[in-house]
């Protein structure tokens, strides 16, 4: 297998038509290394990864684009976050791990069922937090595909198409993207773009995960013009530090923390991505918080992401 950990676009030389091919191993792995999952959901939040990269390989920009569902079932809360240098991170919250592992349907992808009603969000934002752009969409159709879809017709009025699929080994993706003409959509678009949503449709699973993405394009779209761009690295990132938990720490307040710290005996703080554990003990709090008085730490607050 080739292609492992990298995202290749591609372009269609004689349609407005633009793609992107990803797979996620090595970083995928990494990402589940700490958490036990049930397979729908492990399977599901895969998928939710995949096009986190999809999505953010589509956009200019320096920062850090979030693709989150939320909803009222079992599932209540998936979250994918991908810088723009295609460091990837994310999570996945349930309530009873019977109801919330779906079963996967290898020709389909995985089902939204679990997740129940709610809403698909996307969101922008900046490095420096300056800028933030947010686009919510109730969750539509039976698979993850089929909302994002949706939100493209309704968010982005850029008719998008994506193909899924993920298991405990890696998670893959496929995106086409009809760009749009400075006049206007001609029929002959219009057939191209119908005729390789319906050849993209013959993806199969198996190859979408096995094969070269040289070998995908040459599968599907043999009879075109298609140009593929050398690929960029995919990796795991979490941006979860001892400097953002003493910051976190102190937005909690000192009273607060060694209480915690009285009944412990050490504070403990574990990441919701990475699970990574960061553990103070008196001696840390004592020096944290001295330190903000003395003005050498900063004064911060906010959750652990």
């Known amino acids: 297998m080739r292609d492992r950990d990298r995202l290749h676009r591609f372009l269609f030389d004689r349609y407005p038509i633009r793609g992107q091919l990803v797979h996620v191993d090595a970083a995928w792995r990494a990402l589940i290394e700490h958490r036990e999952y049930p397979h729908g959901v ?22 850090t684009l979030s693709l989150q569902l939320q909803g009222d079932g079992p599932v209540h809360l998936l979250l994918a976050q991908c810088s723009s240098g295609l460091g990837v991170r994310g999570l996945a919250r349930f309530r009873e791990a019977a109801e919330a592992d779906a079963a996967s349907d290898p020709a389909a992808g995985t089902s939204t069922a679990p997740i129940g009603n709610g809403n698909l969000t996307v969101t922008l934002e900046t490095e420096d937090r300056a800028q933030r752009y947010q686009g919510i969409v109730p969750i539509a159709g039976g698979r993850l595909a089929d909302a994002l879809q949706v939100y493209f017709e309704n968010s982005e009025q850029l008719p998008t198409r994506l193909w899924l699929h993920a298991d405990e080994r890696g998670a893959s993706g496929m995106l086409l993207q009809r760009l749009p003409q400075p006049q206007g959509s001609s029929a002959e678009v219009e057939d191209a773009w119908r005729r390789v949503q319906l050849i993209g449709d013959t993806l199969t699973p198996a190859e979408l995960r096995t094969l070269a993405d040289v070998e995908i394009l040459h599968r599907l779209f043999n009879e075109d013009d298609v140009r593929l761009f050398d690929p960029a690295p995919v990796y795991f990132r979490c941006r979860c530090s001892r400097e953002r938990v003493s910051g976190m ?46 003005g050498g730490v900063g004064e911060g607050g906010g959750s652990l992401h």
């Open 249 to 294: 720490l102190l937005g909690l307040g000192e009273a607060e923390t060694r209480s915690v710290l009285d009944e412990r005996g050490t504070v403990e703080v574990r990441c919701d991505f990475c699970n990574r554990a960061y553990v103070f003990d008196a001696v840390d709090v004592a020096g944290l918080f001295s330190a903000s008085a003395a």
């Open 42 to 63: 492990r399977n599901l939040l895969g998928e939710t990864v995949a096009a986190s990269l999809l999505l953010a390989a589509t956009i200019k920009f320096d920062g």
